[in-house]
């Protein structure tokens, strides 16, 4: 019978942790990185969000692992090349589209950042809450009429677009590997090209070799002054060096992002202290998928995308 390790059990779907129990005896505790790799040895299947890195110390540690489990598409957290090495298959949300369809939480998430953004709502709250109402000071943009552009026309940028075209946007896309468009998106040639001609970027692609600093100093130039960014993608896809620098030469108006190159690092990068003192830059702790109803869907899923793997 196999042995899985749920490591990340809070508020866990009570309907995947059914399907799991039905393939192995199951254990649900939150370990620390130490605890982690001491337990590890003995478990044949490894359940994991977001919390750990799952890297090659950890994976070396494994002495039975067959199966790691995470309900993500991104899999940055896991050491990828190691788990091959190591004949360790890794199940995920990877590829899974039409399933991903359903699942709104990061587009949602996306337009939330870009409207607490444009309307200044997290400082005008913060005001309200010292006992200040200073409607003046909190004067923001509409979206109407603005130019918002989707660097990636995937899943998730498919209903970046639909929402820009419900509050009356201009919708401009860049994506190489896309081959048909949608009625209500302008396609742009080059990357180049949709940022010139934008006033909202609006990041979702993957991270990988060719995403890594795709948008850095000389990309960010590009759009035009006084534009905003939005990132839920992957940290890494974004040079956050040359982003504070074109925050605090005014030459972006405002970024929001929900993800950093090194946000599983005990340390606080410059993006903190600068967010800390201003207030054209938001940060949210990775968030775009974390709503009871995607978290359960994603669940139930991958529980039962193992337990097929396994028939």
Do not use: C
Not at 5 to 31: C, F, W
Not at 255 to 277: C, N
Not at 298 to 310: G, H, I, P, R, S
């Amino acid at each position: 019978m196999l042995k899985i390790l749920n490591v990340e059990p809070d508020q866990y779907s009570d309907d995947a942790r059914s399907i799991l129990k039905t393939i192995g005896h199951l254990v649900e505790k939150n370990m620390d990185r130490a605890e982690l790799l001491q337990s590890i040895r003995e478990f044949d299947v490894l359940i994991v969000r977001l919390r750990h890195q799952v890297d090659a110390e950890l994976l070396n540690a494994a002495l039975e692992l067959k199966f790691i489990v995470s309900a993500t598409t991104g899999l940055d957290h896991i050491d990828m090349e190691q788990s091959v090495r190591k004949n360790i298959t890794v199940l995920s949300l990877y590829g899974e589209t039409e399933f991903l369809r359903s699942i709104p939480a990061t587009a949602e998430l996306t337009w939330g950042l870009l409207l607490a953004l444009t309307r200044n709502i997290p400082s005008a709250h913060a005001s309200v809450l010292k006992g200040e109402w200073q409607r003046d000071r909190f004067k923001g943009h509409e979206l109407a009429r603005k130019r918002l552009g989707i660097l990636g026309l995937g899943r998730i940028g498919e209903k970046i677009a639909a929402y820009g075209t419900v509050f009356g946007m201009q919708i401009y896309a860049y994506d190489p590997y896309r081959k048909d468009t949608l009625p209500s998106v302008t396609m742009k040639g080059t990357m180049e090209e949709l940022l010139r001609e934008i006033d909202v970027l609006s990041i979702h692609v993957p991270l990988n070799d060719d995403t890594r600093n795709l948008i850095g100093m000389k990309e960010l130039q590009f759009l035009p002054r006084g534009s905003y960014l939005i990132n839920t993608a992957r940290g890494a896809v974004l040079d956050e060096t040359a982003l504070l620098s074109a925050l605090a030469s005014g030459h972006l108006a405002g970024a929001a992002l929900d993800v950093l190159a090194g946000e599983r690092k005990s340390e606080r990068t410059p993006l903190f202290k600068y967010a800390f003192e201003h207030s054209n830059l938001l940060i949210t702790p990775h968030i775009g998928g974390a709503t009871y109803e995607s978290m359960r869907a994603t669940e139930v899923f991958m529980a039962n995308k193992l337990k097929q793997y396994l028939k």
